[in-house]
């Protein structure tokens, strides 16, 4: 499904949340690709337009140490997490994710312990579309009815937005919380 002659599917395993108890935004992404796998960070391929993205909208440094740029999403009260705990795939696009295989992270246990969220951002429409068929059906109630919004994925592989483009929206969501 959407793999490349010779590339081998493996198992993903995903990262606990970055968040403090008094978040208020809840960015989602699909899985963690290889770079961050390997580095065992969040968006940590170079290319990833992430860090410099909310970075340009929070005003902090993108070429800070991670644990600084991190410091400064829980700070503005924005938590980060991805909608699959685990899942096949061969490489680190969203399309070469095997479905049957993808095992979505436990949200009824992360809202009881971060009940401010107030709104789930989505990192581009696969991780939208993911948490709608897999996540929002099993929610309890209190839960089902958060505010959504999807936003344009920051992945080097969305390349049909500019990056400004992309950062004019994440603002528009950002200032929203």
Known sequence: MGQKAGSQVALSTGFAPLARAD????????LPGRASLVAQRYYAHPHNAFWPI???CLGFDADAPYAARVAALLAARIAVWDVCDAAERAGSLDSAL????????????FFADYGGIAR?????????????SLVAPKLPPEWA???QIR?????????????AEKQ??????LAAI
């Open 54 to 56: 909310l970075a340009a």
């Open 120 to 132: 789930v951002a989505f990192n581009g429409a696969t991780a939208g579309a993911l948490y709608r």
């Open 98 to 109: 095997v479905r049957p295989s993808i095992r979505p992270n436990d949200f009824s246990a």
């Open 168 to 173: 004019r929206l994440w603002a528009a969501a």
């Open 145 to 147: 009815g958060l505010a």
């Open 151 to 163: 936003l344009p994925s920051t992945s080097p592989a969305h390349a049909r937005m500019t990056r």
């Open 23 to 30: 978040a208020r935004l809840l960015i989602l992404g699909t």
